[in-house]
């Protein structure tokens, strides 16, 4: 059975950084494509950063670009966002996807497996 479980969530004041780990159990994922979404109360789930089943690319959502990134550690089987100078706008319900093979993607219905998500509150 495949599991993903994400870490890291708080509460954390504008400006400030952290850093979510999503573990995944059950298969490996080393050449999978890696994902992290977003939901925000009243929101849609959208897109934050992806990273390819080869690892040579990452794409981002215009509002994380710059401050947000995304990398893998294959060997432990885990993706992580590196999130920093955050603002009030990144609260939100974190979660991380997997798919099952492909290259990069950034849209959530085409992943197969999901984490149960880590809440981000970012506070003034």
């Known amino acids: 059975q495949v599991q993903l479980e994400e870490s890291g969530g708080g509460l954390v004041q504008a400006g400030g950084s952290l850093r979510l780990s999503c573990v995944a159990s059950?298969?490996?994922?080393?050449?999978?494509?890696m994902g992290w979404f977003r939901q925000a109360p009243g929101n849609e789930r959208e897109f934050v950063a992806a990273?390819?089943?080869?690892?040579?690319?990452?794409t981002y959502a215009d509002a994380v670009k710059g401050r947000f990134t995304i990398s893998t550690d294959d060997a432990k089987n885990t993706v992580y966002l590196q999130m920093n100078s955050l603002k009030l706008e990144d609260t939100a319900i974190y979660y991380c996807?997997?798919?099952?093979?492909?290259?990069?993607?950034?849209?959530?219905?085409?992943?197969?497996?999901w984490g149960q998500g880590t809440q981000i509150t970012v506070s003034s």
């Open positions: 990273i390819s089943g080869s690892r040579d690319s990452t």
């Open positions: 059950g298969r490996t994922f080393s050449s999978s494509p």
């Open positions: 996807a997997a798919r099952r093979g492909g290259n990069s993607y950034t849209s959530a219905w085409l992943y197969n497996y």
